[in-house]
């Protein structure tokens, strides 16, 4: 088979030569495949060449883009090769990103002479938290109030025009810039990998952000909402001086490694090419309607009344019966989790039934969902109620009733030698609070009346005396005592109430 390699600027001797030695080297390799010569598709075939074929973008790769972002500052040396570089930064400080045209002669026309808009976002990295960063994002605004995720160094950056952060999107902001002048944009980065990780015992490691920047141009109504170009790179961010130490333990980690050792790890390069990258899906913020101006002193948010988590308005809790079940609908169970209060990872479940739900584990739930909001998804999946504080037991026939009942107990019992005699009915209390105030207010539900018909209720005592109940009384209630209400009625529709 004959093979030519197209070298510019080789002589043909050369090239023959090449040749020769790469058609010597296939040799065998026809052999091994069992047949006297061989075939660019058998060889092709190999798992080797399906490796790196698999490990090529499905674009040429040789393809320019049109921009360019680097980030300046060092990679870790501790990556290995084909594994995505990883950059650290501290807690912040300011780090220059420079904006840089790469478009061909003719390219992308339309744009000479126009600014574009550039968003920047600092996003997670795991999919997981992906998923549940609106809420991840207000626990950190909820622990850091007045603060933001990312910023810009006004002062330090260059060619920048009208740069904006939107007080409710702490880790984005944006601005114009006009890609035939030089651009270098400075951006701070103000939290810190390990404020995001489940467990916090100390030494642990801290989760991997991305800086992700998403450029458009003008559509015909000046909206920038056309999408041109995206591109992110992998970060963590340690607190001041953070960043330097990790960076020189990684790389007196790599010092020590053997020579074939190093070999199956990246260089460290000291700058970070942002790598090409879809779009980020939630396109709400590029919009052209008027958003706060950029204020380089941190924006502070009110909080909601009467709620313990910021910006959430109190939602009515979930009825009792609604328990999910086996059979229900994907539909059904995205519902399911809007009226239980899971609103933030509908998304997430959105082709999960009922069943599927139902066979997640508590650890797969936390997992997902985080510890807190991953021990109440997994309890509400089980239907677990709160125990209440107290049980205790009541019935409503009143004393004299029941001595006349079990006195007709007695004759049966004694002349036909069985009790089939009536029973009497209790209904269980379940008290939270352990005040009078909710006992009343029970022991009207139970008789339907309004509580302030219950002018009092009283505890029969030793020797038939009437004890007022206080509260210090129901908490000294055993659990599960069992009572018989008598009621005492007086003028106006009010009651006494004996518990007896």
Same mark, same amino acid.
Request: hydrophobic share 30%.
């Given at each position: ?63 320019? #883009? /049109? ?11 501790? $990556?290995?090769? *084909? @594994?995505?570089? +990883?950059? &650290? ?18 390219? #992308? /026309? ?11 976002? $600092?996003?997670? *990295? @795991?999919?997981? +938290?992906? &998923? ?369």
């Amino acid at each position: 088979m004959a093979w030519a390699l197209k070298l510019p600027l080789a002589d043909e001797v050369i090239e023959s030569g090449l040749v020769q030695d790469f058609d010597a080297s296939l040799s065998g390799i026809g052999q091994e495949l069992g047949a006297g010569a061989y075939s660019m598709s058998d060889v092709l075939a190999l798992p080797i060449f399906k490796q790196e074929e698999s490990s090529l973008p499905p674009d040429n790769e040789n393809k320019i #883009l /049109p921009f360019q972002y680097v980030l300046c500052a060092a990679t870790s040396p501790a $990556v290995k090769l *084909h @594994d995505e570089t +990883l950059t &650290y930064l501290n807690q912040g400080q300011s780090y220059e990103i420079r904006m840089l045209d790469n478009r061909k002669l003719g390219e #992308l /026309p339309e744009i000479n002479g126009k600014l574009v808009k550039s968003i920047f976002r $600092v996003v997670f *990295h @795991d999919r997981r +938290l992906q &998923y549940t960063e609106h809420q991840q994002l207000e626990g950190w605004r909820w622990n850091r109030p007045g603060d933001r995720i990312l910023d810009i160094d006004i002062p330090m950056s260059v060619g920048i025009i009208d740069p904006r952060a939107n007080p409710n999107q702490l880790n984005t902001v944006e601005f114009l810039w006009d890609p035939a002048k030089r651009t270098s944009v400075f951006i701070q980065v103000h939290c810190i990998s390990t404020e995001f990780t489940m467990r916090k015992h100390g030494g642990e490691k801290g989760v991997p952000f991305r800086v992700q920047i998403d450029t458009f141009k003008e559509n015909e109504n000046g909206e920038y909402t056309e999408h041109l170009h995206s591109a992110s790179c992998q970060i963590k961010v340690f607190k001041p001086k953070g960043a330097d130490r990790k960076q020189k333990t990684d790389r007196e980690k790599m010092e020590k490694r053997t020579p074939h050792e190093k070999e199956k790890y990246q260089p460290s390069y000291e700058t970070t090419i942002l790598t090409e990258c879809s779009p980020w899906p939630e396109i709400t913020y590029v919009n052209n309607s008027p958003s706060p101006g950029f204020n380089s002193s941190h924006s502070s948010f009110s909080l909601g009344e009467g709620n313990g988590s910021p910006n959430h308005q109190p939602e009515p809790p979930p009825p009792v019966t609604d328990n999910l079940l086996p059979t229900t609908t994907p539909q059904e169970a995205q519902q399911w989790l809007h009226r239980n209060r899971f609103s933030t990872f509908t998304r997430l479940f959105t082709n999960f039934s009922g069943a599927d739900l139902l066979k997640l584990t508590r650890d797969d739930v936390i997992q997902i969902c985080g510890p807190a909001d991953g021990i109440r998804l997994f309890n509400a999946l089980k239907g677990r109620m709160v125990r209440p504080r107290l049980t205790i037991y009541v019935c409503q026939e009143s004393l004299q009733l029941r001595e006349q009942q079990q006195q007709q107990q007695n004759q049966q019992k004694h002349e036909d030698g069985d009790s089939n005699g009536t029973f009497f009915v209790y209904h269980a209390i379940y008290l939270e609070e352990l005040t009078a105030v909710e006992l009343t207010e029970k022991i009207a539900q139970l008789f339907s009346i309004s509580p302030c018909q219950i002018s009092q209720i009283y505890k029969q005592g030793p020797t038939g005396i009437h004890v007022l109940i206080s509260d210090e009384m129901i908490q000294n209630f055993q659990e599960e005592a069992c009572f018989i209400l008598d009621t005492m009625k007086e003028t106006n529709d009010s009651y006494h109430i004996i518990l007896k």
